[in-house]
């Protein structure tokens, strides 16, 4: 049973900066890749970006492209979101998950394996 746990969220000013933290455990973990969902109140999961374990294009979706950074630590099963430049329009839970397959254009929920339980990442004006 694999178990991914974020981390990091919490409450920030416009403008500021939160690094959010994912890590893997369970049996052996050895994901396609790993991605970063979120999910604002009232609105449908979408995708953040996404990193393959083996190195390789990221993906970005276009509302964080330039202000947001997403690695990974294959040695501590762990990947991170370092999130900038932050709006109040990136409020929203931030969901770790495993996938089997992205591309440069899109990332489904539909392609995830495993789910994390989220963390709250509030941006006030």
């Known amino acids: 049973q694999v178990q991914l746990v974020e981390s990091g969220g919490g409450l920030v000013q416009a403008g500021g900066s939160l690094r959010l933290s994912c890590a893997a455990s369970g049996r052996t973990f050895y994901p396609y890749a790993m991605g970063w969902f979120r999910q604002a109140p009232g609105k449908e999961r979408e995708s953040v970006a996404a990193i393959k374990w083996r190195g390789g294009n990221r993906y970005y979706s276009d509302s964080v492209k330039g202000r947001f950074i997403m690695s990974r630590d294959n040695a501590n099963n762990g990947v991170y979101l370092q999130m900038n430049s932050l709006t109040p329009q990136d409020t929203a839970v931030y969901y770790c998950?495993?996938?089997?397959?992205?591309?440069?254009?899109?990332?489904?929920?539909?392609?995830?394996?495993?789910w994390g339980q989220g963390t709250q990442v509030t941006v006030s004006s």
């Open positions: 998950a495993a996938l089997n397959d992205y591309n440069d254009y899109e990332m489904l929920t539909q392609w995830v394996d495993h």
